[in-house]
């Protein structure tokens, strides 16, 4: 099983970025992917998550006005898109697939390899 992350990039406050996460070798037989994040020095955080068949997303609280979950399951692919970015969303972004519905990264499996994002002021 392998999670391909993808997206990251510099970006001033205010704009946007998409991330992507391919998964090959049967994740999408998992029932749920997610992101998390991780900010240097900070523990990793929930970001959001989607359920693989009904396409059920849920979000941390922080983003869940800002941010949209989606998925292709046609292309084995979940997205990430990041609207009104701010400087306090800086960090290494992860997707990782869960056989739950779940907000603990412990309760998730298999893990890409992250892909920075860096907002400026």
């Known amino acids: 099983v392998q999670l391909q992350a993808s997206g990251g990039g510099l970006v001033q406050a205010g704009g946007s970025l998409r991330l992507s996460c391919v998964a090959s070798g049967g994740t999408f037989r998992s029932y749920s992917m997610g992101w998390f994040r991780q900010a240097p020095g900070k523990e990793r955080e929930f970001v959001a998550a989607i359920t693989l068949s009904a396409g059920s997303s849920y979000y941390a609280d922080s983003q869940k006005d800002r941010f949209t979950i989606s998925r292709d399951n046609a292309k084995n692919t979940v997205y990430l898109q990041m609207n009104s970015l701010k400087p306090e969303d800086t960090a290494v972004y992860y997707c990782?697939?869960?056989?739950?519905?779940?907000?603990?990264?412990?309760?998730?499996?298999?893990w890409g390899q992250g892909t920075q994002v860096t907002v400026s002021s």
């Open positions: 990782a697939t869960s056989n739950l519905r779940s907000t603990s990264p412990s309760m998730y499996d298999y």
